[in-house]
């Protein structure tokens, strides 16, 4: 009994065993662990005999076969060896999914590889495929902004051959964009542009500089044009040019508008004389050269007698016409070298060069020479229009023979007196009269000094006052007035402001008096602006006081004193301001402006004040001169320098006052010009101040 026990228990082991090993092997474990040495004596089976090493995908069953036939052996293994064999079975099963799993982390390691690749490639081609789109996109924008450009644009090879014009430069040039394609740019040369600006052109961009300049160039049709040009090269990498594009301005107009307004600057537009402003600014530069006793400055004043009956008998265009011929007989028999002007709407000067004083003749034979040729002259008929018309003339000459001390004020002023003086005596002597200015028994410039010191105490004596003139629209509505210094004489009566206001300037006066108008006009301003707070006052403003240091803030002050809106104050001022020191004068008008005050330029048109200066003065308004509206609307000189500057000022925006309105055909030039005031006797007369306000803000009702 007991040995059937021992079998029975031996045959279970080993099924168990065989039962196991299989398992394992279906398991995907690989049975080789059965080949593990078998522990026991001598006697018993050594396992590597029995399984040895496998190393076939399929050894798990061939072990499993093995242990089959060979099961009789594990009838004779003990417990530790059976353990044994079952811990190498667990460990091959364990190396052998080890290493499946290590396979398929591998596999796993390279897909995610693979892909992340796929995806930086993807990426790349996408961001490739953007930029190229955009660039393209960012070409087409390029070139629709060449193509439509105001400026014509032209590319050009490293030898001027033209590879592209853009559609300015067709329409500009006249050519079609097949007859400029292969052409050298010398196609519209004009033969007028220097050859030097060429040779500094090509220097320039040969050596891969910009060059930017000026060219006269020729149309397809004959027709010339001014270009502002600027060429650019394009560099290789070795800094060697290898195309050109050159970016072409029409500025044609424009330099014909800044000649034409040179021309208004220092020309007469009607006669092409000199002006006053040139003539004045050629007498204070004579008088730095005069030397006591050795050197003196003649000056002939010309003036044309009963002018006004002239034009009135004969019409103004026949008026034109004489002064014309006028000027032109005065410069043709002037002294070489005479500065020929026309000062006044009916008064000429002469200024020939610094003359030697010798001896004691005042005047030199050569000087009676040439006086005699112009007084001739000027008493020869005139043929206007196939008719003969004679106009008489006076002629006043003074000397000047007194130094000016460095950095003082100029003397033109008492000069031009002294030869007023003079022919005012030639024309009280009557037509074709020439006389000579004589200090002694000048009665005028004794008049003068008595004026003056009258003038000194009229303030305080209240002797001045202002008038108001308006200033209204094109439709007849107030939109303001200038003040008007007046000054009635106690024994005089009434002086022109044209011969106080002179004798005010020199003598310093023209400060407390020019304060005083001010603050006048401000309270003025106040009233107007509780009716409408639109209206504004006009005030003239002397040169000395604007040199004044203290000049802004006393402006300030008494515009916060009354508490008025500051656009509504605009002050006046001439060309004179400009003549010592222009830059002061700026600075002043620049702190002006930024209190909010406006700034009108007066009389402009006859002097300094011309548009070529309004880009750099802080101006709100020009105020046109008489003397240009009087010829209206039947003189064309006049219509057309008014047509200019009210051009100019409509495209800087300021605001025109025309003065000296006094018919309605002249003030219907300016109809349908919202910009623009008038200012004449066809409104208005100069008014004392409270008549006026009664007048214009409480007007009697109907």
């Known amino acids: 009994m007991a040995r059937v026990g021992i079998a029975a228990l031996q045959s279970l082991c080993a099924g168990g065993v065989l039962g196991a090993v299989l398992l394992m092997t279906c398991a995907g474990v690989s049975p080789a662990v059965a080949a593990a040495p078998l522990v026991g004596g001598p006697d018993r089976a050594d396992s590597s005999a029995i399984l040895g090493p496998q190393k076939s995908p399929h050894a798990g069953w061939l072990n499993a076969a093995l242990i089959v036939v060979r099961a009789q052996d594990f009838y004779a293994l003990t417990r530790e060896e059976l353990t044994l064999v079952l811990q190498q079975v667990e460990s091959e099963r364990r190396v052998e ?130 270009e502002r040009v600027l060429i650019n090269p394009v560099l290789d990498e070795q800094d060697q040019p290898i195309r050109f594009i050159a970016v072409k301005e029409d500025v044609t107009e424009r330099e014909q508008l800044d000649q034409r307004l040179k021309s208004l600057q220092r020309y007469d537009s009607l006669t092409g004389l000199a002006n006053r402003f040139a003539f004045f600014e050629a007498l204070d530069q004579r008088l730095q050269g005069v030397v006591s006793g050795r050197r003196r400055q003649p000056l002939m004043l010309v003036n044309i007698n009963r002018f006004r009956a002239f034009n009135s008998a004969h019409g103004h265009e026949t008026g034109d016409r004489l002064l014309q011929l006028l000027a032109r007989r005065l410069t043709d028999h002037a002294p070489e070298d005479a500065l ?16 030697d004083i010798r001896g004691h003749d005042a005047v030199s034979r050569q000087e009676v020479l040439w006086i005699q040729r112009i007084q001739r002259a000027l008493r020869e008929p005139y043929l206007i229009e196939n008719r003969t018309r004679t106009a008489g003339a006076a002629i006043g000459i003074a000397y000047w023979d007194q130094p000016s001390p460095t950095g003082a004020p100029s003397r033109s002023g008492d000069f031009m007196q002294m030869a007023d ?54 439709d007849g509505e107030l939109a303001g007035a200038e003040a008007l210094c007046r000054w009635r004489h106690p024994a005089l009566g009434d002086i022109a402001p044209a011969r106080f206001i002179p004798l005010a300037e020199d003598s310093g006066h023209i400060v407390p008096i020019g304060y005083w108008v001010l603050e006048q006009a401000l309270d003025v301003l106040a009233t107007l602006q509780t009716h409408n707070p639109r209206l504004s006052i006009s005030v003239n403003i002397s040169p000395v006081q604007i040199r004044r240091g203290d000049f802004v803030d006393a402006v300030q002050r008494r515009l916060a004193e009354r508490s008025v809106r500051p656009a ?6 001439t060309e004179r301001v400009f003549l010592s020191d222009p830059d002061l004068a700026l600075a002043r008008l620049q702190a002006l402006r930024k209190l909010g005050v406006g700034i ?32 209206l609307p039947h003189d064309q000189a006049d219509a057309a320098l008014v047509k200019i500057i009210l051009a100019a000022a409509s495209q800087l925006k300021l605001r025109v006052v025309a003065e000296g309105v006094e018919t309605q055909a002249q003030a219907q030039c300016f109809t349908g010009l919202p910009y623009v005031l008038l200012q004449g006797y066809l409104y208005d007369r100069p008014t004392p101040a409270k008549d006026w306000q009664n007048k214009w803000l409480h007007p009697p009702e109907p």
């Open 97 to 226: 999914r080890a290493r499946w799993v290590l396979a398929v982390s591998m596999l796993l390691i390279l897909f995610v590889v693979t892909a992340l690749l796929l995806a930086v490639l993807y990426r790349r081609q996408a961001r490739a495929l953007a930029d190229q789109q955009q660039a393209a996109f960012e070409a087409r924008k390029l070139k629709i902004a060449v193509d439509q450009s105001p400026a014509s644009i032209v590319i050009t090879d490293c030898d001027g051959v033209i590879e592209y014009a853009n559609r300015t430069c067709i329409e500009n040039t006249g050519y079609s964009s097949a007859e400029l394609l292969g052409q050298n740019p010398r196609v519209l040369q004009s033969g007028r542009t220097p050859k030097a600006v060429y040779a500094d052109l090509w220097a320039t961009i040969l050596a891969g500089r910009t060059w930017q300049g000026r060219l006269v160039n020729r149309r397809k049709d004959g027709s010339e044009y001014v």
């Open 568 to 573: 509504g104050l605009i002050l006046e001022i």
């Open 600 to 631: 009108a330029i007066d009389d402009f048109g006859t002097g300094y004040s011309s548009l070529s200066y309004l880009k750099r003065l802080p101006v709100t308004e020009l105020k046109i001169d008489r003397e240009f509206i009087a010829g």
């Open 340 to 355: 020929v002007a026309r000062i006044g709407p009916d008064e000429f000067g002469i200024l020939p060069p610094l003359e």
């Open 421 to 474: 003086a003079a022919l005012r005596a030639a024309k009280d002597n009557g037509d074709g009269q020439v006389a000579f200015f004589d200090a002694e028994s000048s009665r005028e410039a004794q008049q003068a000094f008595r004026l003056e010191q009258d003038l000194s105490r009229a303030l305080a004596r209240g002797e001045l006052h202002i008038a108001l003139q308006a200033q209204v629209t094109p």
